[in-house]
């Protein structure tokens, strides 16, 4: 076996994991007036399906005070019973031990969705928006805690194995637990012992509550950098007050916080394994708790050292079974290298959440969606058809890969010597290299299923029509527009002085430009395009100036939480931010820039110009085939210029349709 450390089967209080995969807990925001459906089974079952020992679902809010998303469940009503029941009884039927998580986030909570004062120890600021909290009162302490445990018996009557209680991030619990959050001189601050009072008594109440045959885990977090939250030797401390008293069964360990949310959810800007320093020190003191690792285990290869080493007893994969539900059976099977790893990205995950939609993947558009298309798996057609895919960005990979999936007989014709598209040369981007990854797992993919890749086929249409295909895809991107023209400065049609030493990001990435030291980068994006370019650029020891319209470079980054590291990375670098600002003028001393708060002109000195703005769809082919009457469809950017995500999931709707 490849992998032998993660199917070993573990004992878990009165269940037997059956591997050291766990799927952890994080908001889907998939609820419908507060309960779970459709999507939420679907989304569940498939990773069920796919062999995760543990799945524990999102959290469950246990108080009006802690309800944080539009997609929270509705806590302290009997009526989410029957809904999870239907989850929790599809899951198991894989053999999946079915835990939630228990949550309540103290002074941080959504005042906008709750319509409830957020409650804390000592009245603390929010670090979700700008509000402030309620101190809570004895009678209000008692109050969450009977929120805890009636929220845990609703569980166990949905047919849950367990409940995790979640201490982690600096919420509710932790919040006690941290003197800075903690300014109590009752019996619920002061001491360890007192400050750890609140979150003993829920666990304690639980398991008297719901008996032996119950489950009971700790979230934590490890925050090392920040000096008012627990060091790891603080926490390891608290942790072990746990496990002596036998309060849990097992703890789980992820990174960051409120206060550092870009750790909470880290993009590829970080290191992998971020959280197995912590739980090093955890597995030195528990005696009788399991102790789980997450925050970048995106692997198989990542979790078997993981546990091979003795850092964790189990690990905690998310991100990585969304972009791939299968994950661990084809690790199981000796299939590693057909699992599609996740890119580390944040787009659509936390990238959605962040606004309040559910949560689905770039790279699996059917997370979210398992209820409609059926998961990651694709039914055979019964009359196989000849499909033509004309272009191998990421649009027309996954148009290629989804029909040979189901048995058409698929051409793809890519007019360069190598498939990837734009998509290909974001992955040259500095700490980017996973998009490399993902476009060797197509070729890998296409070959086995035997896809006819055809490079350096440039098709017109009149090639297309002797082809004779029963189906055309055109998978034909965009291009960079190359007048310069920005949304800040409608009236301008054409940036003036195009002529010399003014180069797109493509050209940047594609190192056919020719730049002097001295480089501005005029970015309206605010997303990788522009702003990884600026980093690659940076990083090969050019001076770069960030011109943009945005009160921020990075400013679509935001959602993503990857613009903070990245703002700092730049910065490090040498990189000059204007932000606010537009262009006026190139030329052969550099750029005219304008301020948009002021109206003041200034001129940046500058040997070459690098434009990031929307590409125009390359819509061609599509115009010429329409005129021979030669059916086709446009997907991707192709059909309209957009991030990956949309490209993807176009080549997967396109694949299925057909």
Same mark, same amino acid.
């Given at each position: 076996m490849s992998f032998p450390h993660i199917f070993k089967p573990i004992q878990l209080r009165h269940k037997t994991l059956k591997n050291r995969v766990v799927f952890g807990a994080h908001t889907t925001n998939m609820a419908v007036e507060g309960l779970p459906g459709d999507q939420h089974l679907g989304y569940y079952l498939e990773r069920a399906m796919g062999g995760a020992a543990m799945i524990v679902v999102e959290p469950m809010p246990v108080h009006p005070a802690a309800v944080l998303t539009r997609g929270n469940f509705r806590p302290g009503t009997d009526d989410v019973i029957p809904h999870f029941k239907r989850i929790t009884d599809a899951c198991k039927a894989h053999g999946t031990v079915m835990i939630q998580q228990l949550y309540h986030v103290g002074a941080h909570g959504d005042q906008d969705n709750s319509w409830h004062a957020a409650w804390s120890p000592s009245g603390g600021p929010s670090y979700h928006?700008?509000?402030?909290?309620?101190?809570?009162?004895?009678?209000?302490?008692?109050?969450?805690?009977?929120?805890? $445990?009636?929220?845990? /018996?609703?569980?166990?009557?949905?047919?849950? +194995?367990?409940?995790? /209680?979640?201490?982690?991030?600096?919420?509710?619990? +932790?919040?006690?637990?941290?003197?800075?959050?903690?300014?109590?001189?009752?019996?619920?601050?002061?001491?360890?012992?007192?400050?750890?009072?609140f979150s003993r008594e829920i666990m304690r109440r639980i398991r008297a509550t719901c008996g032996d045959d119950f489950i009971i885990g700790l979230s934590i977090n490890d925050e090392p950098d920040l000096e008012v939250m627990p060091s790891r030797k603080e926490m390891a401390e608290i942790v072990a007050i746990y496990d002596a008293e036998g309060l849990m069964d097992y703890v789980t360990a992820g990174s960051g916080s409120y206060l550092d949310f870009y750790r909470l959810l880290p993009t590829f800007?970080?290191? !992998?394994?971020?959280?197995?320093?912590?739980?090093?020190?955890?597995? #030195?003191?528990?005696?009788?708790?399991?102790?789980?690792?997450?925050?970048?285990?995106?692997?198989?290869?990542?979790?078997?050292?993981v546990l091979g080493s003795g850092e964790a007893d189990l690990v905690s994969i998310v991100r990585g079974q969304i972009a791939d539900p299968h994950l661990v059976n084809k690790a199981a099977e000796g299939r590693a290298e057909d699992v599609r790893g996740c890119l580390s990205c944040n787009q659509m995950c936390w990238g959605r959440r962040g606004r309040d939609?559910?949560?689905?993947?770039?790279?699996?558009?059917?997370?979210?969606?398992?209820?409609?298309?059926?998961? #990651?798996?694709?039914?055979?057609?019964?009359?196989?058809?000849?499909?033509?895919?004309?272009?191998?960005?990421?649009?027309?990979?996954?148009?290629?890969?989804?029909?040979?999936?189901?048995?058409?007989?698929?051409?793809?014709?890519?007019?360069? !010597?190598?498939?990837?598209?734009?998509?290909?040369?974001?992955?040259?981007?500095?700490?980017?290299?996973?998009?490399?990854?993902?476009?060797?797992?197509?070729?890998?993919?296409?070959?086995?299923?035997?896809?006819?890749?055809?490079?350096?086929?440039?098709? +017109?249409?009149?090639?297309?029509?002797?082809?004779?295909?029963?189906?055309?895809?055109l998978a034909t991107g965009s291009l960079p527009a190359g007048t310069g023209f920005q949304k800040a400065l409608p009236h301008v049609a054409q940036l003036p002085g195009l002529d010399a030493n003014v180069w797109s990001t493509e050209d940047v990435m594609g190192r056919s430009a020719r730049l002097g030291h001295d480089v501005v980068v005029l970015d309206e994006g605010g997303n990788w395009k522009g702003?990884?370019?600026?980093?690659?650029?940076?990083?090969?020891?050019?001076?770069?100036?960030? $011109?943009?319209?945005?009160?921020?470079?990075?400013?679509?980054?935001?959602?993503?939480?990857? #613009?903070?590291?990245?703002?700092?990375?730049?910065?490090?670098?040498?990189?000059?931010?204007?932000?606010?600002?537009?262009?006026?003028?190139?030329?052969?001393?550099?750029?005219?820039?304008?301020?948009?708060?002021?109206?003041?002109?200034?001129? /940046?000195?500058?040997?070459?110009?690098?434009?990031?703005?929307?590409?125009?769809?390359?819509?061609?082919?599509?115009?010429?085939?329409?005129?021979?009457?030669?059916?086709? /469809?446009?997907?991707?950017?192709?059909?309209?210029?957009?991030?990956?995500?949309?490209?993807?999931?176009?080549?997967?709707?396109?694949?299925?349709?057909?």
């Open positions: 928006d700008s509000d402030g909290s309620h101190e809570m009162s004895e009678a209000e302490i008692e109050e969450t805690i009977t929120g805890f $445990v009636e929220a845990a /018996v609703r569980c166990q009557e949905a047919g849950f +194995d367990g409940v995790e /209680v979640w201490a982690a991030y600096h919420c509710l619990l +932790d919040q006690f637990w941290t003197p800075w959050s903690n300014q109590r001189t009752d019996q619920w601050g002061g001491s360890l012992e007192n400050r750890t009072r800007q970080y290191g !992998d394994k971020l959280t197995v320093d912590l739980t090093k020190r955890l597995k #030195d003191v528990v005696k009788h708790a399991l102790v789980t690792s997450e925050s970048l285990i995106r692997t198989p290869e990542n979790a078997n050292t939609y559910w949560i689905s993947c770039v790279v699996n558009p059917s997370a979210g969606r398992e209820h409609i298309w059926g998961g #990651d798996r694709f039914a055979s057609v019964s009359d196989p058809k000849s499909v033509l895919v004309v272009g191998g960005g990421p649009a027309g990979l996954e148009a290629a890969r989804v029909a040979a999936e189901r048995g058409h007989n698929v051409v793809l014709a890519e007019a360069s !010597d190598r498939l990837g598209g734009q998509f290909g040369l974001a992955g040259l981007q500095p700490r980017r290299a996973q998009i490399i990854d993902l476009i060797a797992w197509y070729e890998r993919q296409l070959e086995q299923l035997g896809v006819d890749v055809r490079f350096h086929s440039y098709l +017109d249409a009149d090639d297309i029509a002797e082809l004779g295909m029963e189906h055309v895809v702003c990884g370019t600026a980093w690659h650029l940076a990083q090969q020891g050019h001076a770069v100036t960030i $011109v943009t319209p945005d009160p921020l470079v990075g400013k679509e980054l935001q959602r993503s939480a990857a #613009d903070f590291p990245l703002r700092k990375t730049l910065a490090a670098l040498g990189v000059t931010f204007r932000p606010e600002s537009a262009l006026t003028q190139w030329g052969a001393d550099g750029a005219t820039v304008l301020s948009l708060l002021t109206g003041m002109e200034e001129k /940046v000195s500058a040997a070459s110009l690098v434009i990031s703005t929307v590409n125009q769809a390359d819509t061609g082919l599509k115009t010429e085939l329409d005129k021979i009457g030669v059916n086709s /469809v446009l997907i991707g950017d192709g059909h309209a210029p957009r991030n990956a995500a949309f490209a993807i999931h176009d080549g997967r709707k396109a694949g299925l349709s057909l």
